[in-house]
């Protein structure tokens, strides 16, 4: 994969995945795959621990790793969960999170607008399967 950014310190680097360990593999797969449109790139691992790498669209990737029996559960927050929230771009913030409304998953926050220094954005968030925040991000 050739990178390409605006990065003056780091010309070849760029984001290729954010780890997501599951509570639930199969409500994962149905939030990532089914209701946001990710592809499997691949799926690895022993099958005790498996996992799936999916593409987000644009070419980074969403990787999920399946629970194990010592996996906290959904909403506990834990030292191994530092992920605060996934931000995902969105050409409709709107849009993409009527997605995961009629999915049912559980809004935090309707579609605001905010100025964040010279960037205008919409922003919208639900709560996914294994307790994550995930935001839809639309710049204007």
Known sequence: ???????????TVGL?????????????L?????????????????????LMLLDVGDGSHIELIAPTSDSPAAGSATPN??????????ADAAASLELARQAGYEVTMEPKDVILGDLEATVAFFKGPNGEVVEFFQTR
Do not use: C
């Open 81 to 90: 969960d530092p992920l605060v929230h996934l931000a995902l771009a969105s």
């Open 30 to 50: 149905r939030l990532y795959r089914d209701v946001l449109g990710m592809e499997v790139v691949t799926e690895f691992g022993p099958q005790e621990r498996r």
């Open 16 to 28: 290729h995945h954010i780890t997501i360990q599951t509570r639930d593999w199969e409500a994962s």
């Open 1 to 11: 994969m050739t990178i390409t950014n605006k990065n003056a310190a780091a010309k």
